[in-house]
T-cell receptor, first 113, second 109 residues
Framework: GAGVSQSPSNKVTEKGKDVELRCDPISGHTALYWYRQSLGQGLEFLIYFQGNSAPDKSGLPSDRFSAERTGGSVSTLTIQRTQQEDSAVYLCASTEVSNQPQHFGDGTRLSIL | GQNIDQPTEMTATEGAIVQINCTYQ??????LFWYQQHAGEAPTFLSYNVLDGLEEKGRFSSFLSRSKGYSYLLLKELQMKDSASYLCAVRSNDYKLSFGAGTTVTVRA
């Protein structure tokens, strides 16, 4: 596609439920990144994919968070047993090679009730 | 750890100039980026500095001093559409970006 696409754009769910957030990077981009943006805070790095491999998962906040990427394209970020502190905007970015400027999607706004 | 500081808010008048400062202390350095983010939208890339000095791109310029851990983004001839959040980000290795909290710029008529 023309840009990074994320879905859903908004998600409201109850505490304790699992959620899946999807990222469709720019076609041909091998590197993919997930960030979390909380109100009044900077973007927080979560995980980096090169192809289908995740050489850096250091930013995942807890074992409730996981991500996968298949076919070197679409990635899914899964949050299990959601908590209220998980409420944030989750942003995905991609690059053709890892050292280029990252192109961001519009994000998924996640609200945990 | 990474520490990136920038002012929270700035206000300026249409047609004026605004300078957004960013200071950083990071465990590695492989370039500094500025992004613009309008409310509810994706951050968009503005500029990149890896060597000391000034990079100019139209109405936007960015400066870097690696020895001082300091950068600024200069916005000239401000327009109402420049009202947005401006994010300073430092790349510490080949891929990892650490972001400041962002500076909200409000342009007044």
């Amino acid at each position: 596609g023309a840009g990074v696409s994320q879905s859903p754009s908004n998600k409201v769910t109850e505490k304790g439920k699992d959620v899946e957030l999807r990222c469709d990077p720019i076609s041909g981009h091998t590197a993919l990144y997930w960030y979390r943006q909380s109100l009044g805070q900077g973007l927080e790095f979560l995980i980096y994919f090169q192809g289908n491999s995740a050489p850096d998962k250091s930013g995942l906040p807890s074992d409730r968070f996981s991500a996968e990427r298949t076919g070197g394209s679409v990635s899914t970020l899964t949050i299990q047993r959601t908590q209220q502190e998980d409420s944030a905007v989750y942003l995905c970015a991609s690059t053709e090679v890892s050292n280029q400027p990252q192109h961001f999607g519009d994000g998924t706004r996640l609200s945990i009730l | 750890g990474q520490n990136i500081d920038q002012p929270t808010e700035m206000t300026a008048t249409e047609g004026a100039i605004v300078q957004i400062n960013c200071t950083y202390q990071t465990s590695g350095f492989n370039g500094l980026f500025w992004y613009q983010q309008h409310a509810g939208e994706a951050p968009t890339f503005l500029s990149y500095n890896v060597l000391d000095g000034l990079e100019e791109k139209g109405r936007f310029s960015s400066f870097l001093s690696r020895s001082k851990g300091y950068s600024y983004l200069l916005l000239k001839e401000l327009q109402m559409k420049d009202s947005a959040s401006y994010l300073c980000a430092v790349r510490s290795n080949d891929y990892k970006l650490s972001f400041g909290a962002g500076t909200t710029v409000t342009v007044r008529a």
